[in-house]
Each structure stands twice: as structure tokens, then as C-alpha cells.
């Protein structure tokens, strides 16, 4: 057979991995025709909403339903009395700790679910959330980590016994009746020792501030129970179904195979939709009590108020250094406030998630974490928004210390991180808390990004910009933000992570078509990341046959294998691996259909993009497309017909993602304005699958940065009310705000990863926060700074400003 | 609860006439009532743009306005501003320069564009940027959606110089 393409032809047909192949998913939403959970109407459904506290903190003393029931339209009117014969007044979060799903006997933060009304429409459901009368005394608010460890006033009834001793929680014993764990990695005792024979120690107490991930869609569910066949039908915004499926199951008691879980269109996750709701638990108990489809979604506020929340880490740092700038040591303690319920969602046995990343790129041979997490008043949670487990704290925390580090020294900070850096050779790195860096080359990155920026070039200019304010020539101050970052993704090897006991593999099953086209089914599910364009690359390199002809389904757990989902970047090294070995199996069996469709010996043909050739001899060969066909339709001796495969991939390791970031900011001293001149980021995510994909992803992650660092903000006043309740004061950048952003890149492929690729999505998230707050630090050092919290609103840098006295 | 009003109004050229509270909001009217679910709901509160449409040739947020204040109005949705197989240069350049990760802000954010390309056929980054500040994407950090719009204004205008 004679072949009048290329080798590169061939390459390019196949739209595999490398090109910027246009996204699939978007034919649908630019036409309006996404499939979101509010866009599911069934037959007779209800629509639920929440009656919820106004207290932060409050004894409930009576709720009577009757005026709300009376109501036309209303179906029905849950409490915790209606839930506790099905033992679901609380429910198991995934940390370990359990949560109220309807207010039992009393209310621990303001917004919190208190009863769940069932009516035709959402506007008769909210009339009659207004005519639920519920009596309340209220109790003493607490809504600082550091009071709490020290009241009387015992927040949750179920941490002491009945002497009021406190009893041991999920990680241990509590110190106190309002601490939940306390978790140190690390050696203590050889920490302190350096840091006291240390020739140069820093210090700084920083806090990370309370956010939330608020994707631009909320929370939601669709329940439906069909009580003819017993079956369960469960819509929602979830970035785990499959998990979903089995504490579905586990808490309903309904077997797991008449529970069929589906993850529709989802608007934005960020880390929001990993965790169980009550509003998901409510509308399932509603859909039985009512027999029909029930419907819940939470507004803009409710999402803001209840539904996982962010950060909110007291983090106190020493590190010790020589005189000339070799890091020692590092010293990390933080007071994690978890508010009312530990509903945040890491791994079982990461009751900090990967908070012991934190001593960050750099060789620090002895360190020492220690984290205590504490109750207060506020909301739930404590999700990874944007990044894996907690590294957005861990990174902001050492790119903070460097900076301290830096000013102690009186060294360049650029300089300092170029010393400390891990060096190519010592990969694979094993960290002093724990963790083994698969692979990585700092150095190379940090010299193209100074290059790239003319680092030097902005230091000159930024001291000239001092004399300048300082002569009375200007008002505005310039900022040099840096940040080197490494990232833990792709979480993991089953032997030490699972989620309520589910080990977190991921899987991947793939089921070739006679006629050569395709389709494959992941346990993750996409919030925008595109992975039906990616995933298809990925196969079309691994098994030669067109991305365009393979479909991705996710979602559906009735037809996807079990996977743990998709947050913490894990889609990709997880699945990706779990996609390219099922796709090798694919490639092994056609290896033998065509050995035996071109007469030779099966180790006589070998794979070329698209085909299977017989060595030494390119001009036999068979398709993959001809291969296909003839799985199906001959019988070949030995082999089963048919073409598929299924993969389940533990992976050995995580994968350590990295990159070097640039800001360069201009700040108005006496408005306390901010200006992004320019953003750099370098991003080193191993072997890239989608060019465009991943440039999207980077400049979405750095926004998100740019909110959190410039302004986002959930906060409390003293009685625990939120203050950032809706859109007008919690910040989301709008398209006036926002830089446009250089992207960069090297290529250090993981070499424990099939395909070398380490994962992206978080990446410039969990660099972007601490460059944009270094870049404000940064822009005040001249003048004393050492340290100043986040968010860097425009009234607290102002502030800064003044505390400083440069207004004169 | 209010008495129900007899409402008339046109959505994507079609007429539509119905009994509603007039407390029904407009984003509800559309979605719910008319099962037209292309713009969305990301606030309530007028601050994120995912519902916005056309109202007699303004950007709206339909959120925002009761269904009877929009008796007797000439509304569009992304339903109404191309199809599968005349789309809109907008809807195209949206996929060509990746300006969409979730799509939950796209329906807005493209009906929005139209009328800014209407309003300015030439916009600099700069206006397309002011031009879009009311409608929020969480995902894509803005920079391929104006790229989008820019790509899209010369695209039309283009075709608008081939025409004469
Ligand atoms: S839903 Fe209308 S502006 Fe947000
Ligand atoms: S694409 Fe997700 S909000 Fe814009």
C-alpha cells in the first residue's frame, strides 16, 4: 500500500498532544446550550431553599413551621427532628469531623442551615422560608482562633464528655475543648537547635486571610427518587461524583448500585464544589419524603455565607540563616481556624493538607510544621481554592520568610532564592517534612525569568523611583514582586491518600469504535479545564487515532469508572496516567491484530503514529483505523474481538510542578492605588499536553491570585455577621482591573509519570498570590517594611503608607 | 402576593404572552418559565453580568428587572444571536482565541459584546475592557476574552469594508 503523506502530516491529523487544538466543549456554551444543574427541570420538580441563621452563635429554642406550611405550594418543611430517624442530623465531612446538615438544638455561624422548605416555585419557597418562626437565645461569639483556645464557652456540645473534659478528636487528642487537631511533621528539637546557634534569624507572623473560591456558578443540587424502582438520581455541582455516590449511599442506606450520581455542566469549581453540603443532603431526604424531583441552589450570599470557605491561617515563621545567606533552618507554626465544623477537604491523613510543603524550592535541611486547628463561629471548611491542599499557604508563607530573610541579610532577594534553590542534581529531592520532589530544574528557570524582566534593570529603575519620592518629584512607588514557587499536585498514592477511606487513583476506560473513531470515560470531571479537548489529545497520541474522533465523557457515574475527581490538579497526573496506560493497552492489543492481519511475528511490528509498521519495512503497515475494523470483524486466533481497555492508575508519586514569577507594580501613595505594570510568569508543568489550554488556565490562576492578594476578602464583625456577603463587597476582578499577563515556560517532564506531564490549573494561583503581595511589601522596603498582611486593598496600603509617614 | 398580570413580550423574535407576578424576575421569566437557559444566574444582585441580554437594543441584566417592566419589550438571549449553523463572529472568536474555560459567563458575556461592538465598531483594548467590566468571568483572568472582542471588531469591520 503506498502512502503519500508525511510523517508530519500524519502528526498533525491527529490533533494529539503539544497543539493548541480549539476546545470541543465550546460549540455548546457559546451557543447558550451548556447543561449547568439550574438548566435540569424534571417533571413535577420542587425547588428548595434554606431557612438559616441570622446568629453567629445561638440556642434554638423553638421552630414552629405551621404559617409556612400552610402556605399554598408548600410540599414540606424539614428540621433535624425529621432527619433524625434516618440518623442524618449530622453528617461525616471529609476531614474527619461531622456536620450539622439541619440545625440541631443549636446554630454555631451566622447563615448556618436550619431548615429546608420544599415548595413548587422558588418564589413560594421563598415566601415561605420568611413564615418559618424560629426562637433563638443567643450565646457568646467567638470569632478569633487565638480567644477561642483560651473561653470557657465549649462551641461544639460533642468535644468534651460529661465532666467537660475535652475528648479526642479525628487526628488525636485536643488541648482544649475547642481545639480539633494538632499536626507536626518535621523534627522539633533539631529546628530549635539551629535557630539558636543560627548566625541570622528572621521572624514574621503572618496571616493568611479568610477567602472563598466563588465560582461563578453556586452550589446546587437536583435530587430524584423513583420510587418505583428504587433508584436515586442525584444532579449537582460535584467535583467528585463518584464520591458523592458512595457517601450518598453510606448515609442513605440506599444500596450504591441504585444511586446513580451525574456532574452535569459545571460552572467554575476552584475548590468550592469538592465537599458535601447539606443543601445536597436535604434535597435527597426532601426528594423521599415528597416523591418528587427536588431541586436546590444556593444564591450569590448563601454561597458566600456557608459553602467552603478558604484560607484563614496564623502562620508564625523563624528561619535561620549564615551571614552570607545559606538557609539553616525553618520554623513553621500555624492556627488553622476551621470555623464552626473541620469541613475542609484534604486527604484523610493530611489534617493540614500539604501545609509541609512549605519549605518551598529551596535546601533547607531541617525543618519543623506544626498546625493546631481550631473552632470559632465562622463558617465551615477550609478547601483548597485553586491548589493543592493548602500549598497556596504554604507557598505564601516561604516567599514571605525569604523576603524577611532578605531584609535581615541585606541581600537581594533574587540572590538569596538563586542560593538556596535545590539544585537539578539532588532530584529526586527528599524534604526535610517529608515529601520527594520527582523532578525539577530552578536554576535554568530563575535566570530566564530575571533575563526576561531585566531584573536589574527594575531594581536601578525602582531605586532612582525612591530618590525621586523622596526629592518630592512623585507620589508613586515602585514594587518588584517576586516568587519561585513548587507545587504538590496530583494527590496520590493510595498508600497514603484516600478520602473517607477511598484511595485516591484515578481511572480511565476506553472503548474503540469498528469504524476507528472512539470514546473514553474518566472518573475526574471537568469546571472549565477542557479536559474533553486535552484527554482526547493525550489518546490520540497514545493510540493514533484522530482527537476529533475520540469522545470524553466524565460524570456520570452510572458509565464512568470510579475516580476521586477532579481539584488539587490531580486530573491530569492521576487521570492523564490512568488515560495514557489504558490507551498503551489499546496499543497492545492492536500490536497483535495487526501482526497478524500483515503476517509476521507480533515483536515484528512496531507503532508509528498512526499505524503499526513491520520494522524495516514502513511501507507494510496497518492502521489504526484498519486495526479497529478488524478487531471486530475477524476472527483472529488467540485474540478476544472487540477493542477496549480500562485502566486504574495509583500513581507512585506526586508531581512537584514549579515556576518563577515577576510583578512589577506601581503603587499611588496617597490613594493607596495599585497598577500592575507587568506580569511574568514561567511555568514549568513538565510535558505540555495543550499550549493554549495551559496559557488559559495561567492567566485565570492569576487572577484569582491578583483577587486574593489585592482584596478578597470573607470577614466578620465581632458577633460573627458577615461583611462580605455579596458581590459589592467581596472582590472579584473585573476586566478593568486585570494586566494582561507574559506567559513563559520550561519543560522538566516528570519522570514517574507516563506522559511527563506534572499538571497546571493551580499552579498560577499559588505563585500569583505571594508575587502580587511581595510586590507590595517590596514596594515599601526602602522605607522600613518588613511585613504587611494581606488583602492589599486600597485603604490598607493606604494605611501602610501612613503608618510609615509618607503622607507628610 | 400581587395579582397576575397579562405579559406580552418578544424574546429571539418570537412572540410570548403569559399570566405572571409581577414580582417575577425577568432572568427567572426566561429560564424558567420560558426554558430559554442561556443567560444564567451568578449573583442576583446586578454585579456579575451572566444573565445579561438585550432589552430594545440596551444591555440588560436580567436579574435586575421585574417581568413587568418588561411588558411589551423586544428581548434577545445568546439563543437569539446566531444558531448551530449561522453562528455569530463573536461566538466563533470566542473558540478561536480560547475566551471561554466553564462557559458559565460566555452567554453574557458574548450578548453583552454584540452590543459594545455596536455601540463602538472599532473599541481599543482599553474600552473593550471598560465596555465589559460589568460582566464577570471567574476563569479566564479576561485576557483571551478581549482578545476575543478585538479579533472579532476587526473580523466584522473587515467584512463590513469587503461589503461597500
Ligand atoms: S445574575 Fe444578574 S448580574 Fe449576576
Ligand atoms: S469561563 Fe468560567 S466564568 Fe467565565
Redesign the interface.
Known amino acids: 500500500m503506498k502512502d503519500d503523506v508525511t510523517r508530519e502530516e500524519r502528526v498533525d491529523a491527529l490533533g494529539g498532544m503539544g497543539c493548541k487544538r480549539k476546545r470541543v466543549e465550546d460549540a455548546r456554551f457559546t451557543q447558550g446550550k451548556g447543561n449547568y444543574v439550574d438548566d435540569i427541570k424534571l417533571d413535577g420538580m420542587m425547588f428548595a431553599d434554606f431557612v438559616r441563621s441570622p446568629y453567629a452563635h445561638a440556642r434554638i429554642k423553638s421552630i414552629n413551621i405551621d404559617a409556612a406550611m400552610a402556605l399554598d405550594g408548600v410540599a414540606a418543611v424539614l428540621t433535624a427532628e425529621d432527619l433524625k430517624p434516618l440518623n442524618l442530623t449530622w453528617m461525616p465531612t471529609l476531614a474527619g469531623d461531622k456536620q450539622m446538615v439541619l440545625a440541631d438544638g443549636k446554630v454555631l455561624f451566622q447563615g448556618q442551615e436550619v431548615a429546608f422548605v420544599v415548595a413548587k416555585d422558588r418564589y413560594i419557597a421563598a415566601d415561605a422560608v420568611e413564615l418559618v418562626e424560629v426562637e433563638y437565645e443567643e450565646l457568646p461569639v467567638i470569632t478569633d482562633p487565638f480567644e477561642a483556645l483560651k473561653s470557657d464557652v465549649v462551641l461544639r456540645e460533642d468535644t468534651v464528655d460529661e465532666n467537660g473534659t475535652a475528648v479526642d478528636g479525628a487526628h488525636g487528642p485536643r488541648g482544649h475543648h475547642n481545639h480539633i487537631f494538632k499536626w507536626e511533621m518535621g523534627d522539633e528539637p533539631a529546628t530549635n537547635e539551629v535557630m539558636d546557634d543560627a548566625e541570622v534569624v528572621a521572624e514574621e507572623t503572618m496571616y493568611y486571610h479568610r477567602t472563598h473560591p466563588c465560582p461563578l456558578e453556586t452550589c446546587g443540587s437536583v435530587a430524584s427518587m423513583d420510587k418505583v424502582n428504587g433508584k436515586l438520581t442525584l444532579w449537582g455541582t460535584f467535583q467528585a461524583p463518584h464520591v458523592v455516590r458512595t457517601v450518598a449511599s453510606l448515609l442513605s442506606g440506599i444500596e450504591e448500585h441504585n444511586i446513580r450520581v451525574v456532574s452535569p455542566d459545571i460552572g467554575g469549581g476552584f475548590g468550592n464544589k469538592v465537599g458535601v453540603y447539606p443543601g445536597y443532603v436535604c434535597s435527597i431526604v426532601a426528594s423521599i419524603v415528597t416523591g418528587k424531583p427536588v431541586k436546590w441552589v444556593e444564591d450569590r450570599m448563601e454561597n458566600l455565607m456557608s459553602t467552603a470557605f478558604a484560607r484563614d491561617y496564623w502562620m508564625k515563621g523563624k528561619i535561620s540563616a549564615t551571614k552570607d545567606g545559606k538557609i539553616t533552618g525553618l520554623h513553621c507554626h500555624v492556627t488553622a481556624d476551621h470555623g464552626a465544623f473541620d469541613a475542609c477537604a484534604d486527604p484523610s491523613k493530611f489534617p493540614a493538607g500539604f501545609m509541609n510543603i512549605c519549605t518551598g524550592s529551596y535546601d533547607i535541611p531541617v525543618a519543623y510544621l506544626g498546625v493546631d486547628g481550631v473552632y470559632t463561629n465562622k463558617a465551615p471548611g477550609g478547601v483548597s481554592y485553586r491548589c493543592s491542599f493548602r500549598v497556596t499557604e504554604a507557598v505564601y508563607f516561604i516567599e514571605r520568610m525569604i523576603e524577611v530573610l532578605a531584609i535581615e541579610l541585606n541581600m537581594d532577594p533574587a540572590e538569596l532564592r538563586m542560593k538556596n534553590f535545590i539544585k537539578k542534581e539532588q532530584f529526586p529531592y527528599q524534604a526535610a517534612l517529608g515529601w520527594e520532589y520527582d523532578s525539577g530544574d530552578y536554576h535554568t528557570a530563575w535566570e530566564k525569568a530575571l533575563k526576561a524582566v531585566d531584573y536589574e534593570g527594575l531594581r536601578a529603575e525602582q531605586a532612582q523611583r525612591v530618590e525621586d519620592f523622596k526629592a518630592g518629584k512623585t507620589r508613586k512607588l515602585m514594587g518588584v514582586g517576586l516568587t519561585f514557587f513548587t507545587e504538590i499536585v496530583g494527590a496520590g498514592p493510595v498508600k497514603n491518600c484516600d478520602i473517607l477511606g477511598m484511595g485516591m487513583f484515578d481511572s480511565c476506560e476506553i472503548r474503540i469504535h469498528p469504524t476507528g473513531s472512539a470514546i473514553a470515560r474518566l472518573g475526574t470531571i471537568s469546571q472549565g479545564q477542557g479536559h474533553a479537548t486535552t484527554f482526547a489529545q493525550i489518546l490520540a497520541t497514545e493510540i493514533g487515532l484522530p482527537a476529533d474522533s475520540i469522545t470524553i465523557e466524565e460524570g456520570d457515574t452510572d458509565t464512568a469508572p470510579y475516580g476521586l475527581g477532579t481539584y488539587g490538579s490531580r486530573s491530569t497526573p492521576v487521570a492523564g496516567a490512568a488515560t495514557a496506560l489504558a490507551g498503551r493497552k489499546i496499543r497492545a492489543k492492536a500490536q497483535m491484530i495487526a501482526a497478524y492481519l500483515l503476517e509476521v511475528h507480533d515483536d515484528d511490528v512496531e507503532f508509528d503514529v498512526d499505524r503499526f509498521v513491520v520494522k524495516g519495512a514502513p511501507e507494510k503497515f496497518k492502521t489504526m483505523k484498519e486495526i479497529a475494523y478488524a478487531a471486530y470483524n475477524q476472527a483472529i486466533p488467540g485474540v478476544e474481538p472487540g477493542l477496549e481497555a480500562v485502566s486504574y492508575y495509583d500513581p507512585p508519586n506526586m508531581t512537584y510542578p514549579f515556576g518563577a514569577y515577576v510583578c512589577v507594580m506601581d503603587i499611588d501613595v496617597d490613594t493607596g492605588v495599585t497598577d500592575i505594570r507587568r506580569f511574568y510568569a514561567l511555568d514549568d508543568c513538565g510535558t505540555r499536553i495543550n499550549p493554549m489550554i495551559i496559557d488559559g488556565q495561567i492567566h485565570g490562576g492569576l487572577t484569582e491570585a491578583l483577587a486574593v492578594a489585592l482584596g478578597q476578602e470573607i470577614a466578620y464583625d465581632s458577633l460573627g455577621n458577615v461583611k462580605t456577603g455579596t458581590l459589592m463587597d467581596f472582590f472579584l476582578p473585573t476586566a478593568w482591573e486585570v494586566p494582561n499577563y507574559e506567559t513563559d515556560f520550561t519543560v522538566t517532564p516528570s519522570p514517574h509519570h507516563p506522559i511527563g506531564a506534572k499538571g497546571v490549573g493551580e499552579s498560577p494561583h499559588v505563585g500569583g498570590v505571594p508575587c502580587f503581595s511581595n510586590a507590595v511589601n517590596d514596594a515599601f522596603k526602602a522605607f522600613g517594611l518588613r511585613h504587611t498582611h494581606m488583602p492589599h486593598d486600597h485603604w490598607r496600603i493606604w494605611k501602610t503608607a501612613n503608618d510609615l509617614g509618607l503622607h507628610g | 402576593?400581587a395579582d397576575k398580570m397579562h405579559i406580552k413580550m418578544t424574546v429571539n423574535g418570537e412572540e410570548q404572552e403569559f399570566l405572571a407576578?409581577p414580582?417575577?424576575l425577568l432572568i427567572?421569566t426566561l429560564?424558567?418559565r420560558l426554558?430559554?437557559?442561556?443567560?444564567?444566574?451568578?449573583?442576583?444582585?446586578t454585579?456579575?453580568g451572566?444573565c445579561t441580554v438585550t432589552i430594545d437594543g440596551k444591555s440588560v441584566k436580567s436579574c435586575t428587572m421585574f417581568v413587568a417592566q418588561a411588558n411589551g419589550a423586544d428581548v434577545t438571549?445568546?439563543?437569539g444571536i446566531?444558531?448551530?449553523d449561522n453562528?455569530h463572529v463573536l461566538?466563533?472568536a470566542?473558540?478561536?482565541h480560547?475566551g471561554?474555560?466553564?462557559?458559565?459567563?460566555?452567554?453574557g458575556m458574548?450578548t453583552r459584546a454584540t452590543k459594545l461592538l455596536e455601540e463602538n465598531p472599532n473599541p481599543t483594548e482599553e474600552e473593550?475592557?471598560?465596555g465589559?467590566?460589568?460582566?464577570?468571568?471567574?476563569?479566564?483572568?479576561?485576557?483571551?476574552?478581549?482578545k476575543s472582542i478585538l479579533a472579532a471588531a476587526s473580523e466584522m469591520n473587515a467584512a463590513k469594508e469587503a461589503a461597500e
Not at chain 2, 36 to 44: A, L, S, V, Y
Not at chain 2, 132 to 146: E, L
Open positions: 402576593m407576578e414580582r417575577e427567572h429560564r424558567e426554558d430559554i437557559t442561556g443567560p444564567h444566574i451568578g449573583c442576583e444582585t454585579h456579575c451572566a438571549t445568546i439563543e446566531g444558531d448551530p453562528l461566538q466563533n470566542f473558540k478561536e480560547h471561554l474555560q466553564c462557559g458559565f459567563c460566555t452567554p458574548i473593550v475592557r471598560f465589559m467590566a460589568g460582566n464577570i468571568c471567574r476563569c479566564t483572568g479576561y485576557q483571551n476574552i478581549v
